[in-house]
């Protein structure tokens, strides 16, 4: 029950799956060594923050299916990324 809310929150704000996923359980220490890398994901790569804090398993790391939801993870962020600078640049053309 607790993981389908957070998967339906991730849809709308993956920050704030990922805040749930720290408070609630104990899957951002299993998955990231270190709490300044799992910061930095939170600000910058927060899909791929969560599919490898959900995708990790704490032997074997992230294997098979797992690296595919990474990877797809990684390519939202990007293109999130994109259209963002997309949209200043449009914003910039506007004004001139």
């Not at 991730?10 to 704030?16: E, K, T």
């Not at 790391?61 to 962020?77: E, H, K, N, Q, S």
């Amino acid at each position: 029950m607790c993981g389908c809310l957070v998967a339906l929150v991730a849809f709308f704000s993956p920050r704030l799956a990922i805040f749930l996923v720290w408070v609630f359980s104990d899957r951002m220490a299993i998955a990231f060594n270190s709490f300044w890398i799992a910061l930095l994901g939170f600000l910058y790569l927060p899909w791929t923050t969560l599919a490898w804090a959900v995708a990790y398993a704490p032997i074997q790391g992230v294997t098979g299916f797992g690296w595919f939801v990474v990877i797809l993870a990684f390519c939202a962020d990007l293109s999130t990324h994109y259209a963002s600078f997309q949209a200043r640049q449009q914003r910039r053309q506007a004004t001139l």
